[in-house]
């Protein structure tokens, strides 16, 4: 299927480590980009490629991928990592597409 | 500094064709490779892509969307123009434009985002 399904929210204790999947027969074969964003701005890229973050992103961030699933790990979140997560990828004809996005509350 | 930062109307009737223009600095593309690309997010609803140009003037479209979108690109302007026809207030949403590069998958920079209400 053209689909990424996420788990609509997860949350994780200060200082703990969370993962956020992304599912989808897309990622068998290519990688998912992470976007994050907070209410009221646009999203920003946290990890794409095989585990690379982009320029100023915290390196408790972290991408990993095994058969159909994408995840991205959080380790010791804090609590300006509350945001929502969007995966990213494309489809068999060079679409991208969009997971449904996780709601991250860290408590 | 890359910049993108979108324009256009902030409240469309139902039918009209909304024009969106996105305006960056920093890239050209003119520039072997690189690429912009729209994104829209209905209000507390996940982002979806809807269509995507590159420097050699190939475009990918949404399929679910493929026939009511049409995206350009200006060059010496530094601007890419998105339309959509026949618009729905289901498309109420906060449309982006973000840069890209071709064969990536992912979007490295992102313009503010611009709320467009579909409404009579």
């Known amino acids: 299927s053209s689909e990424l399904t996420q788990d609509p929210a997860v949350s994780v204790a200060l200082g703990q480590t969370v993962r956020i999947t992304c599912q989808g027969d897309?990622?068998?074969?290519?990688?998912a980009s992470w976007y994050q964003q907070k209410p009221g701005q646009a999203p920003v890229l946290v990890i794409y490629?095989?585990?690379n973050r982009p320029s100023g992103i915290p390196d408790r961030f972290s991408g990993s991928s095994s058969g159909n699933t994408a995840s991205l790990t959080i380790t010791g979140a804090q609590a300006e990592d509350e945001a929502d997560y969007y995966c990213?990828?494309?489809?068999?004809?060079?679409?991208?597409?969009f997971g449904g996005g996780t709601k991250l509350t860290v408590l | 500094q890359i910049t993108l930062k979108e324009s256009g109307p902030t409240l469309v009737k139902p039918t009209q064709t909304l024009t969106l223009t996105c305006t960056f600095s920093?890239?050209?593309?003119?520039?072997?490779?690189?690429?912009v690309g729209w994104i829209r997010q209905p209000p507390g609803k996940a982002l979806e892509w809807l269509a995507l140009?590159?420097?050699?003037?190939?475009?990918r479209y949404s399929p679910s969307l493929k026939s009511r979108l049409t995206i350009t690109k200006d060059t010496s302007k530094n601007q890419v123009v998105l339309t959509m026809t026949n618009m729905d207030p289901v498309d109420t949403a906060t449309y982006y434009c973000?840069?890209?590069?071709?064969?990536?998958?992912?979007?490295?920079?992102w313009g503010q985002g611009t709320l467009v209400t579909v409404s009579s």
């Open positions: 973000a840069r890209t590069r071709f064969g990536e998958l992912l979007f490295r920079d």
């Open positions: 990213n990828s494309r489809d068999s004809s060079g679409n991208h597409l």
């Open positions: 897309s990622l068998r074969s290519y990688y």
């Open positions: 920093g890239f050209s593309l003119s520039t072997s490779g690189v690429g």
């Open positions: 140009i590159y420097w050699d003037d190939d475009k």
């Open positions: 490629g095989k585990n």
